[in-house]
C-alpha cells in the first residue's frame, strides 16, 4: 500500500513503537490518527494535522470511540495498527483482572476494531488491517503467561483475517519483534510504583534483552514502512525470530529443552 494521503489509525500512540509508526506514517504522507489512553500531548512533539484521540482500546465502546472519532476527522479509515500492549507478568494464579486486561487490550481490541470496520471494507473491496503482536506470539515469554498466551491470540486471529478476507481486498500484517527500547522494557516509575503492564526489570524484561538485540523504535517502524508498501504479512524487525521459528517445528521438545535453560541461566528458575 502507498501511503500517501492515505487515512492510517495507530493505537498506543502516546510513546514507544507507536510514536515510531504515527511519525513514519506521517513522514509518508498518510494522514494520521494517533490514539492512546493516555493523553498524547506531554509524551511527544506534535506532528503537524495528525489527530490525537484519547480512547481505551481494551473496550468495545472504547474503540467505537475511536474509530467514530478518525471517520468524523478524514472519512474512511484505509489501514487500522492495533499497537496498543500491556506486558503483565505473571502465571496461572495471576489475578483475572490482570489476565483479562491482558486478554482485552492485547487480543480483544484488535477483534472489536476489526468487527468495526471489516463491513465498510468489504463493501469498498479494500483496507489493511496490521496488529503489534510480538515474537512472543510465535514463540514464548518466559515469565509472562499472559503475554504469551494473548499475543498468540492476536497472531492467530491476524492469519485468520487473512486467511477469509484476503481474497475480498483486505490486507493484513502482523509485527512481531523481539526487544524493543521502549517504556514496556524499561517501566517508567509513578505515583504508586514502577509503570504496571511492562515486562519490567528483574523478570520478563530482562529476558528479553538477553535474548537478542534490543532495536530502537524507529528501527522497528522503518522495517514496518516497507513491509507495508510490500503488503507482507509477516513483520520480523529481528529476522533470526524466523529461524526460532523453525527451530521450534523441527524438533518442540529440544526448542523446550532450550526455553527451560535460558529461563534458568535468566530468572534462576
Ligand atoms: N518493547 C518491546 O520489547 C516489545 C516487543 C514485542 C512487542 N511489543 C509490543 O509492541 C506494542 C507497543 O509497545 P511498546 O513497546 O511501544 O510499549 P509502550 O509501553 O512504550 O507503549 C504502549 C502504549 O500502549 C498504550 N496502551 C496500553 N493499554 C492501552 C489501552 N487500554 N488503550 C489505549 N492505549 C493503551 C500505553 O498507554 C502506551 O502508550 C505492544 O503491543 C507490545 O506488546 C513490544
Redesign the pocket.
Known sequence: MDLRDRHVIV??????????LSKAFHAAGARVVM????GLAR?HDPLAGAVEVV?????EA?NMHLIDTARRAFGPVDLFF??????YGGDPMTADEVWD?AF???FH?HRWAARLLLPEWLERGEGYFC??????GLLAQIGSAP?SVT?HA?VAFAEWLSITYGARGIKVSC???????????NPRDEPDGP?A???GRGDG?DV?RAAGA?LE?DEVAAVVLEAIEAERFLILPHPEVADYVRHKANDPDRWLSGMRKLQQRILGL
Request: hydrophobic share 45%; glycine share 16%; charged share 15%.
Open positions: 493505537t498506543g500512540a502516546a510513546r514507544g513503537i507507536g510514536a515510531a490514539a492512546d489512553r493516555d509524551a480512547a481505551d482500546v481494551s473496550t472504547g492495533a499497537n496498543a500492549g500491556v506486558g486486561d482485552a487490550v492485547n481490541a496488529s503489534t503482536a510480538s515474537a512472543a503475554y499475543k492476536a509485527l512481531c519483534p523481539q526487544g524493543v527500547n521502549t517504556d514496556m522494557l509503570q503492564g511492562a515486562l524484561g528479553v534490543v523504535p
